[in-house]
Nanobody, 125 residues
Framework: QVQLVESGGGLVQAGGSLRLACAVS????????VAWFRQPPGREREFAAEITWSTGRTYYADSVRGRFAISRDNAKNTVYLQANSLEPEDTAVYFCAASTSPIVPWGNPDRYVYWGQGTQVTVSS
């Protein structure tokens, strides 16, 4: 089993920044990629960014590329999402997710089996 706990959400003005954290515990040695997804109000969950735990390979959705950066601290078993130049459209519940498969998910939520509870990000205009 793998447990994921998100933190760092909050209210921020447009143009501001937040850093989200995802603490990974349990069978961390079995984790390959970790990703951030988000679910805006009234909409489907969507992919934001992904990182491979061992190599640090990253992949981003077009909507966040150039503004968001995903990183990991292996010593702390934590994955971060640095969100800059935030826009009201970034308002969502942000979830982190982990896969124990070595197959690269390329943002496909069906490949992720472990999910956190989410953290709310609200961007005011």
């Amino acid at each position: 089993q793998v447990q994921l706990v998100e933190s760092g959400g909050g209210l921020v003005q447009a143009g501001g920044s937040l850093r989200l954290a995802c603490a990974v515990s349990g069978r961390t040695a079995s984790v390959y990629p970790v990703a951030w997804f988000r679910q805006p109000p009234g909409r489907e969950r969507e992919f934001a960014a992904e990182i491979t735990w061992s190599t640090g390979r990253t992949y981003y959705a077009d909507s966040v590329r150039g503004r968001f950066a995903i990183s990991r601290d292996n010593a702390k078993n934590t994955v971060y999402l640095q969100a800059n130049s935030l826009e009201p459209e970034d308002t969502a519940v942000y979830f982190c997710a982990a896969s124990t498969s070595p197959i690269v998910p390329w943002g496909n939520p069906d490949r992720y089996v472990y999910w956190g509870q989410g953290t709310q990000v609200t961007v005011s205009s």
